[in-house]
């Protein structure tokens, strides 16, 4: 259910992140795809669960039962620190130039590719 107004999200696209709430804690894995607006993440072998897929020709997409990843909460997932490789939580740090980086609460070590 989208809310009025932008949702941010600290958790991007590629990110590594461990689940730290509900069937699958513990697990580690990267972000596939995340949806801000609800509040949703998917990560890699987190949360699968199978489908019924009917056959399609036209695609060349054979029938059966296909095993996907679901949509988890983006409350149940936390950053992995790349320094210490424990999970952590995110600031954001203001340049002089008015960039914002994502950074590692508890080592400092920034979390965006430059």
């Known amino acids: 259910m989208a809310t009025k107004g932008n949702k941010r999200s600290k958790v991007r696209k590629g990110d590594q992140v461990v689940v730290i709430a509900g069937r699958d804690n513990g697990k580690r894995g990267r972000v596939l795809e995340v ?3 609800d509040g949703k993440v998917k990560v890699e072998g987190v949360a699968m669960m199978k489908k019924h897929q009917r056959g399609n020709q036209q695609l ?4 059966g039962i296909i095993e996907k990843e679901a949509y988890i909460n983006i409350s149940n997932v936390q950053l ?6 424990k999970p952590t939580r995110v600031r954001y740090e ?13 080592s400092g070590q920034t979390l965006d590719k430059a």
């Open 35 to 37: 949806l801000p607006a």
């Open 60 to 63: 060349n997409r054979g029938g």
């Open 80 to 85: 992995i620190d790349p320094q210490s490789g």
């Open 94 to 106: 203001v340049a002089d130039d008015g960039s914002k980086t994502r950074v590692a609460t508890g």
